[in-house]
């Protein structure tokens, strides 16, 4: 057997997915996702231009070798667009090699370590009390694990609370505008200690910081948090300095977890040595795929550090199915994060993944059980979007 074609598939269903499409001479073909959030054509045109055409006439069976040489092969190794090419393409290798020996890649993964694998969901408003309702309803609704986020008061946008107000110019990024350190380092254990009220002492309660603190004041928010029992304090800091989270460590208990933004395990290599963290947000499409994934959950596990891979709407649900079924045959995998793709993308994506009672579930069918319609993707054509910028409040450029 051997890759006679390769595509590339940009579609906007909602938000823009990147999706890779491999096809076969006996007939069979595979998907990987490929989307970076913000940057998308900048992997189209990488997977395009450079790694595709060293794909065609391989042996699709032929995984590992055919990661080894997209890697290393391109000499400039390493970052969000190389790695989230590599995956797309690995995926979908994946994809092939189940579909041809009919059987679901968890199966080919070792099988599973778990009946299902628990996912978090999102309770965010601009009021508590907004929240606090966005909370009850996930907890009706099975889920165990809940990431709770909330304005601060005096600002007017903070991350991932709905907007007030639409972009001045939707062709260029959203402004948050007035970040204040103080007033969130204020407000958030008065969040939790409502949330924990309100939801009672078994349900998981996860909060993001997004990159917003210095290391003393991750460490003293940590420790202040430390009564109302988070799952994790997610990236309280930039991890570009890694030996930063020493200093969290040594002022709390409250774990720690970091890494939606990391793309091999040399960006983590330290944290999990160290222990200096408690659970890893690598995904697999920007983690390099499944086969470097198994490798960072394997290292990660000897430290007993656990996985909870980033899992936004922004990831396609081809990224999801690849997630569903690493997700269950990985040991040392936590917790899964769930957002709901938007309504359009059922229209061009079909998936057998579900979620049900707070558990994410792969199917049973061949290879990821996913797929793209070409068709149907036609009628959603790219649309330039990027994230949002955060500026404190005297406009200064802060973190993202």
């Not at 045959?329 to 994060?337: D, I, L, R, W, Y």
Request: one cysteine or more; aromatic letters at 8%; charged letters at 20%.
């Amino acid at each position: 057997m051997h890759v006679t074609a390769a595509k590339v598939i940009v579609s906007s269903p909602g938000r823009n997915y990147v999706t890779v499409k491999l096809e076969t001479d006996q007939g069979v073909h595979g998907v990987g996702d490929a989307t970076l959030n913000g940057r998308e054509l900048a992997v189209a045109a990488y997977l395009e231009k450079h790694a595709l055409p060293l794909v065609i006439g391989r042996d699709p069976a032929d995984i590992e070798d055919i990661w080894q040489m997209l890697y290393k092969g391109a000499y400039w190794r390493r970052g969000p667009v190389t790695m989230a090419a590599i995956a797309a393409v690995d995926v979908a290798l994946w994809d092939i090699k189940g579909k041809v020996l009919g059987t679901p890649l968890w199966d080919l993964l070792g099988g599973r370590s778990r009946t299902g694998t628990m996912v978090y969901s999102h309770a965010t408003g601009r009021t508590v009390g907004e929240t606090l309702a966005k909370l009850a309803d996930l907890q009706a609704a099975g889920y165990k694990a809940i990431r709770v986020q909330c304005l601060a008061p005096g600002m007017d946008e903070m991350y991932s609370i709905p907007r007030s107000k639409e972009p001045p110019d939707p062709r260029l990024p959203f402004v948050e505008s007035g970040w204040d350190t103080s007033a969130y380092l204020r407000f958030v254990p008065k969040l939790f200690a409502s949330a924990r009220e309100a939801a009672g002492d078994d349900l998981h309660l996860l909060h993001d910081v997004h990159h917003r603190l210095t290391p003393i004041e991750a460490g003293d928010l940590g420790r202040r948090l430390e009564e109302f029992r988070l799952f994790w304090l997610e990236d309280a800091v930039p991890a570009e300095l890694q030996a930063a989270f020493r200093i969290i460590r040594q002022h709390t208990t409250t774990p720690l977890a970091v890494g939606e933004v990391f793309n091999t395990v040399y960006d983590c290599e330290q944290l999990v040595r160290e222990q200096l963290i408690d659970y890893l947000r690598m995904s697999i499409v920007h983690g390099g795929g499944i086969s470097h994934m198994r490798k960072v959950a394997a290292f990660a596990e000897i430290y007993r550090v656990r996985l909870g891979p980033h899992g936004a709407a922004d990831l396609s649900p081809v990224t999801m199915a690849a997630a569903a079924h690493f997700d269950i045959a990985t040991h040392n995998v936590a917790v899964q994060e769930y957002a709901p793709h938007p309504e359009q993308a059922r229209e061009v994506f079909s998936y057998q993944w579900s979620v049900e009672d707070g558990y994410l579930q792969p199917g049973n069918a061949p290879g990821l059980g996913a797929d793209i319609d070409e068709q149907a993707a036609k009628r959603f054509p790219y649309e330039r979007d990027y994230l949002p910028v955060s500026r404190l409040a005297d406009g200064t450029m802060g973190s993202w």
